[in-house]
């Protein structure tokens, strides 16, 4: 770390030479002043500091005064650099904790961001709040870095707990201080809040933004991009039900749900006379009657119909796989409300900044199915909360909301990540990504972009890897290697 620049002493001293010049400028004011009686006069100006000493000589002695106190910072800057002498070659040594913990934590320690039981480190001397956390499988990533600043409880936290342990542990403790426990869990569905993806979408771009997530949120990270018709009949399928279930909740004067979607789907398989009129193909041509032909849910639905019956049928198939998980009991009583209010993460609840919220994302580590709603939540976690921010913070939200997003690689994820981290900084948000190898990074951002991913993150922390971790072991150690220190070159001629 580069040595710090004492400007406030520096000026101090500026300040103490001036005024002493001023003072030593008083003695042409007095008479009879010659070496024996100059401290006797000097200590009199002293005693007498509001007596007016200002006189013809006082502008030269402050000048240089002010020289002095500019060759003494010269000086100062010279021989204060980061020199390393004797050392240039190389050189390896721990880190002193204590001086480190000292330079880089800050007095209130609810603006501190712990990195481990000896080292804190301020929020405002990083330039933003995401935090990389790397490290093999038991090395305390948990216990040595989540639990404790989840229990500080400085920020709303948004954790991502993988078997619920977190929130079994910690959830009364976060209670008894005065934090609001919300969990999304889907290991015991029966004890979670409940989650209306239709409770954030006020125009239509967030309704297209809800049904582009969807659609993508069901899909494999790593699943090969095919023929780009079949994702169009989807979405425009997908569009067609969001539509009518958005503007007949609003013509209705009820809230729209995510479960009559599944209603709607079910429509589509029914068939209501010989010639294979669906249900919900009598639905829309209800709508039509009476809205006209260009309305939203009956124009995409129509376009979709336009298609061959066994291309449709085959969309219907594949929206119902995407579905299913959403069909089961307790699946449906989570979607039938909602109880999470996301704005209130960066508000507080009821608007109080004072009142934190703690909301645990509760999902088995042995079952990949609820990945969907949980990516499906953390894309309308940020545009919530970003656009909260932007109209009606206008800037920075009130309280700052951290996203720990435990097993990184093979769990949910927010859609482009990399591009989000920068983004969510001005807005009083971040992410803390936690993953066990670079190699993981590098898996997840092809190309250039994980280079973009590590570059949006302030703050690392590397907790050790298996010994077969190469690619991790020479990164960590380059990132180590490297300290650019100051030279200075002297040159002595004999003879």
Same mark, same amino acid.
Request: proline share 3%; aromatic share 8%.
């Given at each position: 770390q580069r040595k710090r620049t004492p400007w406030g002493v520096l000026l101090s001293v500026l300040v103490f030479l001036c005024v002493l010049a001023y003072f030593l400028c008083g003695l042409f004011l007095l008479s009879g002043v010659n070496l024996t009686n100059f401290q006797d006069k000097l200590l009199y100006i002293l005693l007498h500091p509001f007596q007016n000493w200002w006189n013809?000589?006082?502008?030269?002695?402050?000048?240089?005064?002010?020289?002095?106190?500019?060759?003494?910072?010269?000086?100062?800057?010279?021989?204060?650099?980061n020199y390393q002498s004797g050392k240039e070659k190389g050189t390896e040594e721990w880190g002193n904790v204590k001086k480190l913990s000292k330079t880089l934590r800050d007095k209130d320690e609810m603006k501190n961001m712990y990195l481990s039981q000896n080292i804190a480190i301020s929020n405002s001397l990083l330039s933003n709040q995401n935090?990389?956390?790397?490290?093999?499988?038991?090395?305390?990533?948990?216990?040595?870095?989540?639990?404790?600043?989840?229990?500080?409880?400085?920020?709303?936290?948004?954790?991502?707990?993988?078997?619920?342990?977190?929130?079994?542990?910690?959830?009364?403790?976060?209670?008894?201080?005065?934090?609001?426990?919300?969990?999304?869990?889907?290991?015991?569905?029966?004890?979670?809040?409940?989650?209306?993806?239709?409770?954030?979408?006020?125009?239509?771009?967030?309704?297209?933004?809800l049904i582009t997530n969807t659609q993508l949120s069901v899909k494999p990270p790593d699943a090969m991009k095919g023929d780009p018709f079949w994702d169009d009949g989807v979405a425009l399928y997908l569009q067609a039900m969001f539509y009518y279930e958005w503007l007949q909740a609003k013509d209705e004067g009820?809230?729209?749900?995510?479960?009559?979607?599944?209603? $709607?789907?079910?429509? *589509?398989?029914?068939?209501?006379?010989?010639?294979?009129? !669906?249900?919900?193909?009598?639905?829309?041509? %209800?709508?039509?009657?009476?809205?006209g032909d260009d309305y939203p849910p009956v124009r995409d639905y129509r376009k979709l119909k336009?298609?061959?019956?066994?291309?449709?049928?085959?969309?219907?198939?594949?929206?119902?796989?995407?579905?299913?998980?959403?069909e089961t009991a307790s699946i449906k009583r989570i979607l039938s409300d909602d109880d999470l209010d996301i704005k209130s993460l960066g508000l507080g609840i009821n608007g109080n900044p004072d009142k934190k919220t703690a909301l645990f994302l509760v999902m088995p580590d042995n079952d990949e199915s609820f990945n969907f709603f949980i990516s499906m939540f953390y894309t309308q976690l940020f545009?919530?909360?970003?656009?909260?921010?932007?109209?009606?913070?206008?800037?920075?939200?009130?309280?700052?909301?951290? $996203?720990?997003?435990? *097993?990184?690689?093979?769990?949910?994820?927010?859609?482009? !990540?990399?591009?989000?981290?920068?983004?969510? %900084?001005?807005?009083?948000?971040?992410?803390?990504?936690i993953l066990q190898s670079v190699s993981q990074i590098k898996a997840i951002f092809p190309q250039d972009k994980w280079e973009i991913f590590m570059e949006n993150c302030a703050a690392a922390i590397y907790l050790g890897s298996g010994p077969m971790a190469h690619s991790t072991h020479k990164y960590i150690s380059d990132l180590l290697g490297d300290m650019t220190i100051d030279t200075r070159n002297d040159n002595r001629q004999l003879g």
């Open positions: 013809d000589k006082t502008v030269g002695f402050i000048g240089v005064a002010f020289l002095i106190w500019v060759m003494f910072v010269a000086w100062y800057l010279d021989n204060n650099r935090m990389l956390v790397i490290g093999g499988s038991g090395s305390y990533k948990t216990t040595s870095v989540l639990t404790p600043n989840i229990l500080m409880a400085s920020c709303t936290n948004v954790i991502l707990d993988i078997k619920g342990d977190l929130l079994r542990k910690h959830g009364k403790y976060l209670i008894k201080h005065g934090v609001t426990v919300k969990s999304l869990n889907f290991i015991n569905p029966e004890e979670s809040d409940r989650y209306n993806p239709f409770a954030y979408v006020a125009r239509e771009t967030d309704l297209i933004k009820r809230k729209a749900c995510f479960n009559n979607i599944l209603v $709607l789907v079910n429509m *589509e398989s029914k068939h209501v006379d010989e010639e294979g009129t !669906t249900a919900l193909q009598q639905e829309m041509n %209800r709508l039509a009657a009476i809205k336009e298609g061959a019956s066994e291309t449709v049928r085959s969309i219907v198939i594949m929206v119902n796989a995407m579905l299913r998980l959403c545009d919530v909360l970003l656009y909260t921010a932007d109209h009606e913070c206008h800037g920075e939200l009130p309280i700052h909301v951290r $996203l720990w997003a435990d *097993e990184f690689y093979a769990g949910p994820k927010p859609n482009n !990540t990399e591009k989000l981290m920068g983004t969510i %900084r001005s807005r009083n948000m971040s992410i803390v990504p």
